[in-house]
């Protein structure tokens, strides 16, 4: 089982960076590959970054490339979503996920966090 929990989001100006974080629960983080997705209004969920168990792997939506990295910190158990060059589409509430090696569902999900770019 594990808890996630996501923080940093807030209003931002178009042009401009946010950091999100997630802390996970658990003594077995480092086993889990993590992802960032998100949900403007009215949209489906998306996916924005992944990167796998032991950080050595990312990957990311094209649009979001060059633009967001996604890191984590296997010491603390948090996953972290660096945003540069925000848009107003980037607005949505963004939330963090794991998935246990070898599986190819996202079992655990945090509550999410809002940002909102400004034109």
């Known amino acids: 089982q594990v808890q996630l929990i996501e923080s940093g989001g807030g209003l931002v100006q178009a042009g401009g960076s946010l950091t999100l974080s997630c802390a996970a629960s658990?003594?077995?983080?480092?086993?889990?590959?993590m992802g960032w997705f998100r949900q403007a209004p009215g949209k489906e969920r998306e996916f924005v970054a992944s990167i796998n168990y032991s950080g050595g792997s990312t990957y990311y939506t094209d649009s979001m490339k060059g633009r967001f990295t996604i890191s984590r910190d296997n010491a603390k158990n948090t996953v972290a979503l660096q945003m540069n060059s925000l848009k107003p589409e980037d607005t949505a509430v963004y939330y963090c996920?794991?998935?246990?090696?070898?599986?190819?569902?996202?079992?655990?999900w945090g509550q999410g966090t809002q940002v909102t770019v400004s034109s």
């Open positions: 658990g003594r077995t983080f480092s086993s889990y590959n």
């Open positions: 996920a794991a998935r246990a090696r070898g599986s190819l569902d996202y079992a655990y």
